[in-house]
């Protein structure tokens, strides 16, 4: 299959490994990747701010670039929930019908990189190798707006080596919620400390996540506390072989 | 029956316009974010509201998962509330009209204060100093209380947990349970100092068969005082006021559900029954009933039945109040519901399961939103009955963890209607100047710009490597300037790698077009 990788701007500039891991993970799954060079920002976070009228020109963009697209994947939840769940009402709130008809055509062919390889591509062991205690946090977006399952558990699961631990009442939010961080700090760190209380919990080394953003949130404070736990994308882990680590 | 002659009461929704008043422009509510902080200081609150929202959470989820069709009936509960919606004009001119068929009489208010004059009206007219009420949102959004307390006339509240609240001079903090604040410790001290130590329980020690000192603080002792002291209060009240869950417009019926009984002592004891609701609260017909008895008792106490029903038509012959009294009230409910996204606010059946699953109300509480409708309801309610203008902390007291949609009983996307009114929080905003120059504003503007071409935007990409580096120590960013303060607060940033993902790929591309060469990818 031809994906078209739709990196987000968030993975692009402050967290490339994690672009490089998708790519490597999809190649090696025998799958060919492209990069259209154009793209930028989806949106989302001025859409989710309030500036809906400054997302409307990159809600326009992101279809323009990736309508011919034969697949769209992304290693975000977030930025995929924004295409698929935000783009409609985008196009309803200002009335642009030919932006609904294309979004309308586009989104079914947008995935989130986990839910594109269990329920797309029938995946589960996709011969990673990862020899860690690893919990995962699902993202609020990956379960609500996307509905994404328990694919990420499954992915992870059946990675070789691996040392899964559930992470208690895993369903709640860590708190990230974009400017939502900044606007309401002390709200967001009454509900991180709860998400990193549960993680040490668990004593895993790792915690996995499916959105950079997330888990931007939760390690930065993790390593302010020396807590001698990682955060790492679930496409780092997937992509890790025995061979390449 | 309408009353004519009555400043501000105006028969029927058509009828000529009531006399010019002044409207009282609503206040601007404190921001959000200065009530979280004081709440979040208070480990005692912390833990009384992990509790309380986790037991009412849990049993929720149990009550809920045993229901096959709950998908169904969530989706009919929404359908009905939006058919209503659309035609609310005729069915609240039915409502009326099956009202004064069944004897009661109907009387409508624009807003809060007119609600308040003509019930306090209806009170002062039976020659009542005192009445007693059922739990209202409705009635406390008005602020009946006070207005009654101004003419005199005391309201007590018969619930429990309002009954709290009232004696400890508090504001609720939630929709079903205002005292979710409490615990029962804090509670036992307020019975001791407010009724026993006033006198205003008869016989306390006969009554708990123990010393006043030694009064526990289980639920069974509490509640006997409480009990003791309403008990008077139901039998020597003339008029009662409550609020109403629905009204079914064909037979003219209003619904009241509560849990402790103390509803139906004041529907059925006092001679005059006024009953306050807001005019969203119609539905058709006694069919659509059926939909929100299920759905209402399994969202909001997680029970599978509610214990006290009480549906009543008007006024019957040796039964009941002599007199009943229905108050249509708007207060800003049209505005809402000329609104195409806003609008589904007004499906809200006051459940709570919002609430108690919300992550962001979990850890302030209610009075954080300093609004009778706390939580994520309240973030979309409070900012369309005030205006956005009036509460613009409110839309962006969310994480939009999208929990509240999924246990929505009539499927308000709530998610939705706070990035919506976001959005006219910022239009607000840009039309000062001030708010044109804030920085946040402007650095929306700046990345908008930044993201609309591809190479402003790898400009950027670089200018932030250059841009971080006063910031950068020992390989983390431990401390940003401004507003960005509260992020590093307590979480580090990792700096912005030299190379990006795109610098990546493209010398990827670079070496794998030298076809001379094997391919060899270079490393990050």
């Given at each position: 299959?031809?994906?078209?990788?739709?990196?987000?701007?968030?993975?692009?500039t402050?967290?490339?490994?994690?672009?490089?891991?998708?790519?490597?993970?999809?190649?090696?799954?025998?799958?060919?990747?492209?990069?259209p060079?154009?793209?930028?920002c989806?949106?989302?976070?001025?859409?989710?701010?309030?500036?809906?009228?400054?997302?409307?020109?990159?809600?326009?963009?992101?279809?323009?670039?990736?309508?011919?697209?034969?697949?769209?994947?992304?290693?975000?939840?977030?930025?995929?929930?924004?295409?698929?769940?935000?783009?409609?009402?985008?196009?309803?709130?200002?009335?642009?019908?030919?932006?609904?008809?294309?979004?309308?055509a586009?989104?079914?062919?947008?995935?989130e990189?986990?839910?594109?390889?269990?329920?797309?591509?029938?995946?589960?062991?996709?011969?990673?190798?990862?020899?860690?205690?690893?919990?995962?946090?699902?993202?609020?977006?990956?379960?609500?707006?996307?509905?994404v399952?328990?694919?990420?558990?499954?992915?992870?699961?059946?990675?070789?080596?691996?040392?899964?631990?559930?992470?208690?009442?895993?369903?709640?939010?860590?708190?990230?919620?974009?400017?939502?961080?900044?606007?309401?700090?002390?709200?967001?760190?009454?509900?991180?400390?709860?998400?990193?209380?549960?993680?040490?919990?668990?004593?895993?080394?790792?915690?996995?996540?499916?959105?950079?953003?997330?888990l931007?949130?939760?390690?930065?404070?993790?390593?302010?506390?020396?807590?001698?736990?990682?955060?790492?994308?679930?496409?780092e882990?997937?992509?890790?072989?025995?061979?390449?680590? | 029956?309408?009353?004519?002659?009555?400043?501000?009461?105006?028969?029927?929704?058509?009828?000529?316009?009531a006399?010019?008043?002044?409207?009282?422009?609503?206040?601007?509510?404190?921001?959000?974010?200065?009530?979280?902080r004081?709440?979040?200081?208070?480990?005692?609150?912390?833990?009384?509201?992990y509790?309380?929202?986790?037991?009412?959470?849990n049993?929720?989820?149990?009550?809920?998962?045993?229901?096959?069709d709950?998908?169904?009936?969530?989706?009919?509960?929404?359908?009905i509330?939006?058919?209503?919606?659309?035609?609310l004009?005729?069915?609240?001119?039915?409502l009326?009209?099956?009202?004064?068929?069944?004897?009661?009489?109907?009387?409508w208010?624009r807003?809060a204060?007119?609600?308040?004059t003509?019930?306090?009206?209806?009170?002062?007219?039976?020659?009542?100093?005192?009445?007693?009420?059922?739990?209202?949102?409705?009635?406390?959004?008005?602020?009946?209380?006070?207005?009654?307390?101004?003419?005199?006339?005391?309201?007590?509240?018969?619930?429990?947990?309002?009954?709290?609240?009232?004696?400890?001079g508090?504001?609720?903090?939630?929709?079903?349970?205002?005292?979710?604040?409490?615990?029962?410790?804090?509670?036992?001290?307020?019975?001791?100092?407010?009724?026993?130590?006033?006198?205003?329980?008869?016989?306390?020690?006969e009554?708990?068969?123990?010393?006043?000192?030694?009064?526990?603080?289980?639920?069974?002792?509490?509640?006997?005082?409480?009990?003791?002291?309403?008990?008077?209060?139901?039998?020597?009240?003339?008029?009662?006021?409550?609020?109403?869950?629905?009204?079914?417009?064909?037979?003219?019926?209003?619904?009241?559900?509560?849990?402790?009984?103390?509803g139906?002592?004041?529907?059925?004891?006092?001679?005059?029954?006024?009953?306050?609701?807001?005019?969203?609260?119609?539905?058709?017909?006694?069919?659509?009933l059926?939909?929100?008895?299920q759905?209402?008792?399994?969202?909001?106490?997680?029970?599978?039945?509610?214990?006290?029903?009480?549906?009543?038509?008007?006024?019957?012959?040796?039964?009941?109040?002599?007199?009943?009294?229905?108050?249509?009230?708007?207060?800003?409910?049209?505005?809402?519901?000329?609104?195409?996204?806003?609008?589904?606010?007004?499906?809200?059946?006051?459940?709570?399961?919002?609430l108690?699953?919300?992550?962001?109300?979990?850890?302030?509480?209610?009075?954080?939103?300093?609004?009778?409708?706390?939580?994520?309801?309240?973030?979309?309610?409070?900012?369309q009955?005030?205006?956005?203008?009036?509460?613009?902390?409110?839309?962006?007291?969310?994480?939009?963890?999208?929990?509240?949609?999924e246990?929505?009983?009539?499927?308000?996307?709530?998610?939705?209607?706070?990035?919506?009114?976001?959005?006219?929080?910022v239009?607000?905003?840009?039309?000062?100047?001030?708010?044109?120059?804030?920085?946040?504003?402007?650095?929306?503007k700046?990345?908008?710009?930044?993201?609309?071409?591809?190479?402003?935007?790898?400009?950027?990409?670089?200018?932030?490597?250059?841009?971080?580096?006063?910031?950068?120590?020992?390989?983390?960013?431990?401390?940003?300037?401004g507003?960005?303060?509260?992020?590093?607060?307590?979480?580090?940033?990792?700096?912005?790698?030299?190379?990006?993902?795109?610098?990546?790929?493209?010398?990827?591309?670079?070496?794998?077009?030298?076809?001379?060469?094997?391919?060899?990818?270079?490393?990050?």
């Amino acid at each position: 299959m031809r994906v078209s990788l739709f990196i987000t701007c968030f993975n692009d500039t402050l967290f490339p490994q994690v672009g490089i891991a998708t790519v490597r993970l999809l190649e090696r799954l025998g799958h060919s990747v492209d990069f259209p060079e154009a793209q930028t920002c989806c949106g989302q976070m001025h859409y989710n701010t309030g500036y809906q009228r400054e997302a409307l020109p990159l809600i326009r963009r992101f279809v323009q670039i990736f309508g011919e697209a034969e697949v769209v994947v992304a290693p975000s939840a977030s930025c995929v929930g924004m295409v698929r769940d935000l783009y409609a009402r985008a196009a309803a709130w200002f009335d642009d019908q030919q932006l609904a008809a294309d979004v309308a055509a586009l989104s079914p062919r947008v995935y989130e990189l986990t839910e594109f390889l269990v329920y797309r591509l029938g995946l589960e062991d996709v011969g990673a190798y990862y020899p860690h205690r690893v919990t995962y946090h699902p993202t609020c977006h990956s379960l609500r707006f996307l509905h994404v399952g328990d694919a990420p558990q499954r992915l992870l699961r059946a990675v070789h080596g691996i040392d899964f631990v559930e992470l208690p009442e895993a369903l709640e939010c860590c708190g990230f919620g974009g400017t939502f961080a900044i606007k309401n700090a002390d709200t967001s760190l009454a509900m991180l400390s709860d998400k990193l209380r549960h993680v040490l919990d668990t004593r895993a080394e790792v915690c996995v996540a499916a959105d950079s953003s997330c888990l931007m949130h939760i390690g930065g404070a993790l390593h302010r506390q020396r807590a001698g736990v990682r955060t790492v994308h679930i496409a780092e882990i997937l992509a890790t072989t025995e061979e390449r680590s | 029956m309408s009353t004519p002659g009555v400043p501000g009461v105006s028969g029927v929704p058509d009828a000529p316009a009531a006399p010019e008043r002044r409207v009282r422009r609503p206040r601007p509510l404190p921001m959000f974010q200065k009530g979280a902080r004081q709440a979040l200081e208070n480990p005692q609150l912390r833990r009384n509201l992990y509790k309380a929202t986790h037991t009412i959470r849990n049993k929720r989820a149990a009550v809920v998962g045993e229901v096959p069709d709950w998908q169904e009936l969530r989706e009919a509960g929404r359908a009905i509330k939006e058919r209503t919606l659309r035609h609310l004009d005729t069915y609240l001119q039915e409502l009326e009209a099956s009202v004064q068929r069944a004897g009661g009489r109907v009387h409508w208010a624009r807003d809060a204060e007119e609600a308040n004059t003509i019930i306090a009206r209806i009170v002062a007219e039976h020659g009542a100093r005192e009445v007693i009420k059922v739990k209202s949102l409705t009635t406390d959004e008005i602020r009946l209380n006070e207005a009654l307390a101004a003419q005199g006339i005391d309201a007590i509240e018969t619930d429990l947990a309002e009954l709290i609240i009232q004696l400890a001079g508090e504001r609720s903090s939630h929709i079903l349970v205002p005292a979710i604040h409490k615990n029962r410790s804090e509670i036992r001290e307020l019975f001791l100092h407010e009724l026993i130590e006033h006198d205003l329980v008869p016989g306390p020690r006969e009554l708990l068969g123990t010393g006043v000192d030694e009064l526990s603080d289980e639920p069974r002792a509490l509640t006997t005082v409480a009990r003791a002291y309403l008990r008077n209060k139901f039998l020597s009240a003339q008029v009662a006021i409550s609020g109403a869950n629905f009204a079914v417009a064909e037979s003219g019926t209003v619904c009241v559900v509560e849990s402790e009984g103390n509803g139906r002592m004041c529907l059925t004891l006092p001679q005059v029954l006024i009953s306050v609701m807001g005019i969203e609260k119609v539905i058709p017909t006694w069919q659509d009933l059926e939909v929100f008895l299920q759905l209402l008792p399994r969202s909001s106490t997680g029970e599978r039945m509610n214990p006290y029903t009480s549906l009543w038509t008007g006024v019957s012959q040796g039964d009941g109040p002599r007199e009943f009294h229905l108050v249509l009230l708007d207060n800003g409910r049209t505005q809402v519901l000329a609104d195409t996204v806003g609008r589904q606010a007004l499906n809200c059946i006051r459940c709570s399961a919002c609430l108690n699953i919300c992550p962001v109300y979990e850890r302030t509480g209610g009075h954080a939103y300093a609004s009778v409708y706390p939580g994520p309801i309240g973030a979309i309610l409070t900012p369309q009955l005030l205006g956005v203008e009036n509460a613009s902390s409110l839309p962006y007291a969310s994480s939009l963890c999208g929990a509240c949609y999924e246990v929505c009983p009539v499927k308000i996307n709530i998610p939705e209607v706070l990035i919506y009114l976001r959005g006219q929080v910022v239009q607000h905003k840009q039309e000062s100047a001030l708010g044109r120059l804030s920085p946040e504003a402007l650095a929306m503007k700046v990345m908008a710009q930044l993201f609309s071409s591809q190479m402003q935007y790898e400009e950027a990409q670089q200018l932030a490597r250059l841009g971080q580096l006063p910031f950068v120590h020992r390989g983390a960013i431990t401390r940003l300037p401004g507003p960005l303060g509260g992020w590093s607060a307590m979480r580090d940033l990792s700096p912005v790698p030299t190379q990006s993902f795109r610098g990546w790929w493209r010398s990827r591309q670079a070496a794998r077009r030298k076809i001379e060469q094997p391919v060899q990818e270079e490393q990050p």
